[in-house]
């Protein structure tokens, strides 16, 4: 049985063929693409087309389109390939409660995984600079935000000694991804010195290169934490 020919639109076409040309190193990464005039010209089609194909590039993440400039073919990292993740991910959270559980437990088990790599390879200048982000965190418990933000950043520093970028940027998306379930909790009286214990605990352990244990303390940090701010809030 043939299947039915589907008609396509025209800026499809544009974009097939601008997609061809990136990937084809033709238009190299950081490199400007052609204005909407010439691929106007160059390829027989009318400003809207060129535009919807420009804009679902941008979508993509593949260019990045700022206002009276030539579209730029973006430098791929990883902190662009997860921000592009950002807005379906958070969607996700809010149309559907129960996929924060799977989150919680992705996120349990990469950094588990990282401290558990930091354990091994970390040297004395990143175990300074891990003691040096708790003690920025220390400083900032009377600005909640602030604090927030040096929590992820502590994270962040974790998940860093990998040496795998890829690792940091999940690390602080899924942290931000989930951040606003969490903001409650750690507004809870004491939360922040529990935070803050915890975290010398994982530094302690990554200190002692012992990767069980840091993987042990990081698993303690990330699942206790919801029943113990819990107890914060709601006293027995």
């Known amino acids: 049985m043939s299947e039915t020919i589907q008609r396509r639109k025209i800026y499809q076409e544009v974009l097939d063929r601008l997609m061809d040309r990136i990937r084809s190193g033709a238009i190299p990464a950081g490199a400007q693409l052609p204005s909407e005039r010439e691929l106007m010209d160059e390829y027989g089609v009318g400003r809207p087309a060129v535009r919807e194909a420009l804009q679902a590039l941008e979508r993509s993440g593949i260019v990045e389109i700022i206002h009276g400039e030539r579209a730029r073919v973006v430098v791929p990292t990883a902190e662009r390939l997860v921000s592009q993740l950002a807005g379906g991910a958070m969607h996700l ?26 354990a091994e390879r970390a040297t004395e200048e990143q175990i300074a600079r891990l003691r040096l982000a708790i003690a920025q965190q220390r400083a900032a418990m009377s600005n909640f935000e602030l604090f927030v933000e040096r929590d992820m950043a502590f994270h962040r520093e974790i998940a860093g ?24 909790l750690v507004r809870a009286p004491g939360a922040e010195e529990l935070t803050l214990s915890e975290h010398e605990r994982i530094v302690d352990a990554i200190a002692a290169h012992d990767p069980q244990a840091a993987s042990d303390a990081m698993e303690a940090h990330l699942t206790r934490a919801n029943t113990l701010y819990q107890r914060l809030i709601r006293p027995a």
């Open 93 to 118: 959270l809010r149309s559907q409660p129960g996929s924060l559980e799977h989150m919680k437990e992705a996120r349990v088990f990469l950094e588990c995984g990282t401290a558990r790599m930091a």
């Open 161 to 184: 000694i990998s040496g795998n970028p890829i690792f940091p940027s999940i690390a602080e998306a899924l942290f931000r991804w989930a951040g606003e379930y969490y903001q409650t």
